[in-house]
């Protein structure tokens, strides 16, 4: 009992946090402003100079755009004359800034992160990658076991109740986890909305999941009854991100919403239930708790590199490793359990 109310009083903490997230500075500083201007009717920062910031007399690239003068492989990063002049003239500001004492500010919305081959952060693409494996990794132990190792049912489908709902949720977790890593390639309006539109859907699709199996929900009637309203909200959710507002702090409540919710749904079904594999389900409930303060106290990438995010995105890695092996767990303990039933 005190395991539960030390967790709840967690989460709830966290989620009267997440109205202490700041804005950027960084894109109001003069310097910086001035410094823009500058590069973009020079085509220089310092002593760099551009060849893509290079204009003919009606306002177009010379050359056409930069982007397109690379080799093919090269292409994708699309850096234009603005997305570089913002680039350097940040790296210079923030030398500036060091050099007098000052701490790192963000500028539009993001850390000064320092960029390896066009893409602008290493670390956290990196750490997607590994997350996209670990998912597909458990998702594919998960469907050798179910088809392979456990019995059939005589109309060759599973005994386990919830197959279709974690192939789903696997499948959503892969994709939002690829475009988390296409995303931290390169920061263009598409890729965002595509990254943070596949967050909330496999947020939406994990409090589902948490629900029809904390509740032991197995009619199809009643699966339909719980699942409606949280598919109606994410897709309305969805849809006035993409195309009514961009409101990132209205995003972010509504995923720790649906984080905090499925945490505390997980965690009580683990207080009251004699699964014998619910200490994994505290680890993950406890650590994710936990991680989440990484996505709420932000700070700057370390060396340029590592900030929250991606230690967030690290912490994942071992979380979702547990998160699939208790799967697997529950889906032998059920088929054991429907199979004793038949007998």
């Known amino acids: 009992m005190a395991r539960r109310r030390w967790i709840v009083l967690l989460l709830l903490a966290l989620a009267g946090l997440v109205g202490s997230l700041d804005a950027s500075a960084g894109d109001v500083d003069p310097v910086y402003k001035s410094c823009v201007e500058k590069c973009e009717q020079s085509g220089c920062v310092g002593d760099q100079c551009f060849q893509h910031c290079k204009f003919s007399s009606d306002g177009k690239p010379v050359d056409g755009p930069w982007y397109m003068q690379e080799p093919l492989y090269l292409r994708w990063k ?3 004359c603005r997305s570089d002049c913002r680039y350097h003239c940040m790296l210079a500001r923030e030398e500036e800034r060091r050099t007098l ?39 594919l132990s998960f469907f050798i076991l179910l088809y392979y190792k456990l019995p059939l049912r005589p109309d060759k489908k599973t005994y386990y109740e919830y197959t279709g709902l974690l192939h789903i949720y696997g499948i959503l977790s892969m994709n939002s986890w690829f475009w988390s890593a296409v995303f931290h390639s390169r920061d263009v309006e598409l890729t965002e909305k595509l990254d943070y539109s596949s967050a909330v859907a496999l947020l939406g699709f994990s409090l589902i999941v948490a629900l029809l199996r904390a509740l032991n929900i197995r009619d199809e009637a009643s699966r339909v009854m719980f699942s409606a309203p949280v598919i109606a909200f994410v897709t309305t959710h969805i849809l006035y991100l993409n195309f009514y507002q961009f409101d990132y702090g209205w995003n972010m409540k509504v995923c720790v919403a649906m984080g905090i919710a499925q945490l505390l749904i997980w965690a009580i079904w683990a207080g009251v239930t004699r699964h014998p594999s619910r200490w994994k389900l505290w680890v993950v409930v406890v650590g994710g708790g936990l991680a989440m303060l990484l996505e709420i106290y932000d700070f700057p990438p370390y060396m340029g590199f590592v900030d929250a995010h991606a230690l967030w995105h690290a912490t994942a890695i071992p979380f979702s490793y547990l998160w699939w092996s208790f799967i697997r767990d529950d889906a032998e303990l059920r088929t054991t359990t429907l199979l004793k039933k038949v007998k």
């Open 101 to 139: 004492g000052g701490k790192p500010v963000k500028y539009h919305g993001k850390w000064p992160f320092l960029r390896v081959y066009g893409i602008q952060e290493p670390v956290s693409v990196a750490l997607s990658a590994l997350n996209l494996s670990v998912q597909f990794h458990g998702w």
């Open 78 to 80: 699309q850096w234009d």
